[in-house]
């Protein structure tokens, strides 16, 4: 029963070290490539508006393990939608896909690329339930400069921290600033000294009464 309850911690460490080493985060496990959606053909998603919170079940061995560790959900990534040129991106900090210099720094990726077949099995969007005073939007602004100030990924989740960010408390830090607590400050405990002992899993962000569901593919 012991080695049972501490399978999945030993799993989360192999993970993070093979975060450290430069693991890319969205390898298909079966080895076998998976057919990527091309760039230039839309998925089948509603409109999305500024601040829209997108996540999306991962293919790597890191997503497995984060989902091993979060059971209310079935994603182990997520984004907030912004706007350029009236096209939709998504901001999001993730390990394994360093920008051209090789840093791993928070991304703006097309919506095509954030969800294409390679990086994702499923993904869902959601949406403020409530949000007549423009907080979505300020959300996707900070968003923005977080992707413009460069901030790297933050690879010891530690959410004290501002000038290094992970996928949720980018999310989670956005919308605060905006005025919206998503998760209420609610935060998973890990008893493992090498990882900060304070986490936002994905499925605290999904499962946020403040947030509903736009969409979800299956």
């Known amino acids: 029963m012991i080695i049972r309850k501490m399978l999945p911690l030993a799993f989360l460490m192999l ?9 890319s985060a969205d390898r298909n496990l079966s080895g076998i490539p998976a057919e990527a959606t091309p760039l230039n053909e839309s998925p089948a998603l509603p409109a999305l508006n500024d601040g ?3 996540f999306r079940k991962g293919r790597s061995l890191v997503s497995a393990v984060v989902m091993m560790n979060d059971p209310t ?15 939709p991106f998504i901001i999001h900090a993730v390990p394994g896909e360093p920008d051209e210099n ?12 954030f969800i294409s077949h390679d990086k994702a099995s499923r993904y869902a969007v959601y949406r403020l339930c409530s949000d007549t005073a423009g907080f979505s939007a300020r959300a996707a602004s900070k968003a923005m400069e977080y992707y413009h100030e460069k901030l790297a990924f ?18 989670w830090k956005a919308y605060l600033s905006s005025g919206i607590n998503l998760t209420g400050s609610h935060f998973t405990r890990l ?27 299956h």
């Open 15 to 23: 993970a993070v070290i093979g975060l450290m080493l430069g693991q």
């Open 191 to 217: 008893s493992m000294n090498f990882l900060a002992d304070s986490l936002i899993l994905p499925g605290q962000l999904l499962n946020s009464s403040l947030l509903k569901e736009i969409h979800v593919n």
């Open 102 to 113: 090789g840093d791993e720094k928070v991304r703006c990726d097309k919506t095509a690329d």
């Open 154 to 171: 933050d690879k010891a989740f530690n959410i004290k921290s501002d000038d290094r960010l992970y996928c949720t408390e980018l999310v």
């Open 52 to 54: 829209d919170v997108i």
């Open 73 to 87: 959900t079935a994603f182990s990534h997520v984004g907030i939608v912004v706007h350029r040129d009236g096209e």
